[in-house]
């Protein structure tokens, strides 16, 4: 299949599970990125929350997150910005870091007062890190917490995990992702890798990883690194569980384990 056909098919993980019909949904654009407002009944004020969709760096849109996207506004009580970020091949490393930190820069200027959380599944956790790196040093308000959700942080493919687990991860192999890892880095897969970054300072951090997952060590080796700067880091591992679960199984316990996870943590550093 070429990519248009494998982006169809990526999306159609958005048709799993219905919406959540109580949360609004506005279209907007944002520093020239197309981004979509999740607004839930009650919303917390002073607060919110930037979501970076996952999809290899390639794939991934509002069809394929809306759902997933639309419960977590409702459960954690919350505004979320979804940001269509600009997907390689056709927009390389770093164009969707750049878009992702357009939207960040924007949103920070624009609330001032507000806590800004920022969340990533997958690549989008990729993109995220990312964009923390590009904004340290600068005087833009930082996060007021960072969750990651099965993030890929290590594009060079080469981790333990992708050995260890492979027999228990039905979602992805190593061969897949070394070709969406060329997509993306198109030649720079070391500048491309989000977690190969060195940070002095983070803001605090929820790591959040299937047991069942090759990416498992890109996880782990972040939060090795990253708990030594951040004010708080926290990594939690669920038993039995694959990539991104909560994109395909919103109602099940280890989702609604997540959901009160992430919660918590933003309840404490909001």
């Known amino acids: 299949m070429d990519i248009q056909q494998?982006?169809?098919q990526f999306d159609q993980l958005g048709d799993?599970?219905?919406a959540d019909e109580t949360v609004k949904i506005e279209s907007t654009t944002i520093a020239g990125v197309r981004c979509h407002w999740f607004i839930p009944v009650n919303?917390?004020?002073g607060e919110l929350i930037i979501l970076l969709h996952g999809g290899s760096y390639a794939l991934g849109s509002l069809h394929s997150h809306q759902?997933?996207?639309s419960h977590f506004a409702s459960t954690l009580g919350r505004k979320i910005l979804l940001v269509e970020y600009a997907l390689a091949p056709e927009h390389p490393f770093p164009a969707g870091c750049n878009d992702a930190e357009k939207v960040y820069r924007h949103i920070a200027a624009a609330y001032p007062?507000?806590?800004i959380f920022l969340l990533g599944d997958s690549a989008g956790?990729?993109?995220l890190v990312s964009v923390m790196h590009q904004l340290s040093g600068t005087p833009v308000k930082q996060p007021a917490g960072v969750v990651l959700i099965s993030p890929w942080l290590d594009l060079r493919c080469e981790n333990e995990s992708y050995e260890t687990r492979r027999a228990n991860d039905p979602i992805l192999n190593k061969e897949e992702m070394k070709r969406f890892a060329d997509y993306y880095a198109q030649g720079r897969i070391e500048s491309a890798s989000a977690g190969l970054r060195t940070f002095g300072t983070f803001p605090p951090v929820l790591i959040l990883t299937g047991s069942r997952e090759v990416l498992y060590d890109d996880s782990k080796h972040f939060y090795d690194r990253i708990r030594t700067v951040a004010p708080f880091a926290d990594m939690i591992t669920f038993?039995?569980?694959t990539h991104v679960w909560p994109l395909t199984a919103i109602q099940s316990p280890a989702t609604i384990s997540t959901l009160e996870k992430i919660s918590a943590f933003m309840d404490v550093h909001g």
Request: avoid cysteine; glycine fraction near 14%; aromatic fraction near 4%.
């Open 6 to 8: 494998i982006r169809q």
């Open 16 to 18: 799993i599970y219905p």
């Open 43 to 45: 919303a917390t004020v």
């Open 67 to 69: 759902a997933m996207t």
């Open 113 to 115: 007062a507000t806590s």
């Open 125 to 127: 956790g990729g993109i």
């Open 239 to 241: 038993e039995g569980q």
